[in-house]
């Protein structure tokens, strides 16, 4: 997979690669009047892909990442990952988006023509003080031409309706740096929508957000559903996963469950989950 767009920030001496949407391989470009948003009130089709992943393993030096982990992602359903940090969770996801080596197999399986996919990671670091609006980003992010050329009359409607469905349609005039960490997650979950996606890999998406963006996110998540996206989401927040989770999965370098919310989040699967150890897969 190849990113389509890359917004790459100097952070003292670390560079940061702090984007987001990439293609399946041979997936033809979006031509200039393909329409980038699409909003469903109900789920008429499944569009998003069964994801499997197979005895998937991660080894940096001598410290195992990943232990043969398998399970599926079922198409058109919300798919949560949760365990504790440092357990695999977001080198899952990198291998997911072919940022990092690994042994076992690894499968989309489209239903139709191989389809966007989308990805919001968990934060945006960048030097605070670029000059770069709300707009500047989403036109980075979100089209081909130059941001510095501004919005591509192509996207410039779409850009305005995703931002006016994350509440930040009046600040696109905003500096990215003077924004709080929650309203940047907001600009981060808008360019998640443009283009489309039939894939979506969220990474702690609801970590900076205040209850009006987790409002804002849980409305998005049904909107997802109902198009009939295949979502994967990377949650700490336990109680929501278990009220808008269709299935989840318990990482700690290897699989220790995968259930429906209600069989997953039990308290003694939980603390085996969280064990520094785990003492067995259930």
């Known amino acids: 997979m190849t990113s389509k767009e890359t917004l790459i920030a100097q952070d003292g001496e670390q560079l940061v690669e702090a984007s987001l ?21 109900s789920r008429s089709q499944v569009t998003g892909p069964t994801l499997a992943f197979a005895e998937v393993c991660l080894t940096l030096g001598r410290t195992t990442i990943l232990d043969n982990v398998s399970f599926q992602v079922q198409p058109g359903t919300v798919h949560a990952l949760v365990g504790p940090n440092g357990g695999g969770k977001s080198s899952l996801i990198k291998t997911l988006l072919g940022q990092m080596p690994h042994q076992g197999q690894l499968s989309l399986q489209w239903p139709g023509e191989p ?18 609006t709300v707009d500047d980003f989403m036109a980075a992010m979100c089209q081909r031409r130059p941001a510095f050329l501004g919005l591509s009359k192509h996207y410039a409607g779409a ?9 930040m349609q009046d600040k696109r005039k905003r ?18 929508l443009i283009p489309a996606p039939q894939l979506l890999v969220l990474d702690e998406p609801m970590s900076a957000l205040d209850e009006a963006g987790i409002r804002v996110f849980e409305r998005l998540l049904g909107d997802w559903r109902a198009a009939g996206i295949t979502v994967l989401w990377i949650e700490h927040d336990l109680e929501a996963v278990g009220r808008l989770a269709d299935r989840v999965t318990g990482l700690n370098r290897r699989v220790l469950f995968d259930a429906t919310p209600q069989q997953a989040l039990t308290p003694e699967r939980l603390l085996t989950l969280f064990s520094t150890h785990p003492r067995s897969a259930a």
Do not use: C, H, W
Request: no cysteine.
């Open 21 to 41: 949407l990439a293609k399946s391989p041979g997936q033809p470009p979006s031509l200039p009047n393909e329409t980038p948003l699409t909003r469903a009130d």
């Open 115 to 132: 389809g966007t996919i989308g990805y919001v990671p968990q934060a945006l670091e960048f030097d605070r003080g670029l000059p770069m």
């Open 159 to 167: 850009i305005g309706e995703a931002l006016e469905r994350v509440g």
């Open 175 to 192: 500096r990215m740096g003077a924004l709080s960490g929650g309203e940047r997650q907001r600009v981060l979950l808008a360019q998640g």
